[in-house]
């Protein structure tokens, strides 16, 4: 994957919200799954790459959870967060992340997973969020998915599939984008993923899959077709 010399994080971190309500409808959405499905009587929450931490501190409002951890790599992510007044804010990488304590509820969302550099470093840092869940607790992540027809065109997506079944190359979903905020571009990298790659993922961790959902990323419609939207995965221990 392209390592950046910056975070670019750091860059966008007063712009988070604007950048954010481009894709409400997909956060809202995968925000009533999460209180859908969460464990009933959740007190404690840790999300894994918060931004700014206002998205994590509405969730843990609507869940009625009392404490709650921040986590994320960004100096300035930080800072938004400490102002926010959670129980508790972590500077480190999602791959570095604390396990000295349990929670009820982890979550990673938004594709924070594709922001981690190697297989090797996702797997360490969803290995660590498995570590600190508690025994009937529940982790949920989302996934940018590369086989997400509804975003980048069944035909292409068709392509996609039989190329991975010819020649398999995880690398093939490492990608750079921008983002343009007034008259500032900003340039970031991310990883799109397969489903049999997160699959394997969590294999490796020896987590378990409670289900995973498709939400399409315009619109938040939530699909049973792993080609008709992101993937939000729920895993227990």
Excluded at 48 to 58: L, N, Q, T
Aim: aromatic share 8%; hydrophobic share 40%; proline share 3%.
């Amino acid at each position: 994957m392209i390592r950046l010399t910056v975070n670019p994080y750091d860059l966008i971190a007063n712009s988070y919200q604007e950048i954010a309500d481009v894709r409400k409808n997909y956060i809202h959405s995968i925000d009533n799954l999460i209180i859908k499905y969460a464990p009933q009587k959740a007190i404690s929450m840790l999300d894994v790459g918060s931004g700014d931490g206002k998205r994590a501190m509405a969730l843990v409002k609507e869940l009625k959870v009392k404490n709650i951890t921040l986590c994320d790599s960004s100096k300035e992510m930080v800072k938004l967060c400490q102002k926010l007044k959670p129980s508790k804010v972590i500077s480190c990488k999602a791959e570095e992340l604390p396990i000295d304590q349990k929670y009820d509820i982890v979550t990673c969302l938004w594709n924070v997973m594709g922001h981690i550099e190697s297989t090797q470093k996702r797997i360490e840092a969803l290995s660590r969020m498995g570590k600190s869940l508690k025994t009937n607790g529940l982790i949920f992540f989302d996934i940018n998915n590369r086989y997400n027809g509804s975003a980048y065109g069944y035909f292409k997506v068709l392509n996609r599939i039989i190329l991975d079944i010819i020649l398999p190359d995880d690398t093939r979903g490492d990608t750079t984008y921008d983002w343009k905020i007034k008259e500032k571009v900003v340039t970031s990298m991310g990883h799109l993923f397969t489903p049999r790659e997160v699959d394997n993922l969590i294999i490796k961790t020896g987590l378990k899959i409670v289900k995973k959902i498709a939400v399409d990323y315009s619109t938040g419609k939530i699909s049973n077709s792993l080609i008709r939207g992101q993937l939000l995965y729920i895993l227990k221990i």
